[in-house]
């Protein structure tokens, strides 16, 4: 299939996998990792819109994009709920559901600048305790190229806490902690990218998509980069969803090829 009409396919997916509810019963645990780690993705995810109607961005977009986001790491959290398969499971599940109650409250509320930086730092706590599930996961397996999953899992994370971070100094937030996230977000994703390429695991359609993720990736780096203090968050925007998708497909590629 060409690779133009495996991502066509993807965004349509991943339109219906915002707008419409996906409970469905988890049954492998490279599932269980792709959803444990879609929750860091969605964490960043909600910064990002929730910055994105500040600056009046694409606005009626946007809030269906946060409130779909909210709506996703719900249903995530009680998809994960029913796969609780350890004592250690249930318990870092139960952190990351209180982690995020009050990530919730704020996003839902009407949006004031004010607030921003507050959710920004609950959404990290957020993202820290995910990460610690789908480590916790990620041991429950023997199999070594599990961790690919989680991998390329969080490559959708960067691609939206790269987003969040432009939106806020965008909205002119400058702390020195966003631009070394910034500049570390940077790093991670192109070194994760590099050790996906290098497995050997890969079939020729993933090995396709990754080159397509490169590329998207050297556009978004490019749309970050700012000109005389100019910014362009719509751009970033987009160029930064479409890098979520393939990733998103890689991920999901990856977590089939390793279910068995």
Not at 35 to 40: C, F, L, M, N, S
Not at 75 to 80: A, P, Q, V
Not at 113 to 141: T, W, Y
Not at 245 to 253: A, G, R, W
């Amino acid at each position: 299939m060409p690779l133009n009409k495996i991502i066509c396919i993807s965004v349509l997916f991943y339109l219906l996998l915002f707008s419409v509810r996906s409970y469905a019963e988890i049954n492998t645990v490279s599932e269980a990792i792709n959803k444990a780690g879609q929750q860091r993705m969605l964490s960043q995810r909600v910064v990002a819109t929730y910055c994105q109607l500040g600056l009046d961005i694409q606005a009626k977009k946007s809030k269906g994009q946060l409130r779909r986001a909210i709506k996703k790491f719900d249903e995530n959290l009680l998809e994960l709920n029913e796969y609780k398969s350890n004592e250690k499971v249930n318990k870092q599940l139960q952190i990351v559901a209180d982690a995020w109650q009050p990530v919730k409250k704020i996003a839902l509320a009407p949006v004031h600048k004010d607030k921003a930086e507050e959710l920004r730092a609950l959404a990290e706590n957020v993202l820290s305790e995910s990460h610690k599930m789908v480590v916790i996961l990620q041991d429950e397996s023997n199999l070594k190229e599990i961790a690919l999953v989680n991998i390329a899992g969080r490559q959708r994370m960067l691609s939206q806490r790269l987003s969040s971070l432009y939106m806020l100094q965008s909205w002119g937030f400058s702390r020195a902690e966003y631009a070394s996230d910034y500049i570390l977000s940077i790093d991670e994703f192109s070194v994760a990218l590099s050790e996906l390429n290098k497995s050997t695991v890969n079939t020729a359609e993933i090995k396709s998509m990754l080159k397509a993720a490169k590329k998207q990736f050297a556009m978004l780096r490019k749309s970050l980069q700012q000109k005389n203090g100019v910014y362009i968050p719509l751009m970033v925007k987009m160029s930064a969803d479409k890098l979520l998708l393939i990733m998103d497909e890689i991920t999901h590629k990856y977590e089939k090829l390793l279910a068995g």
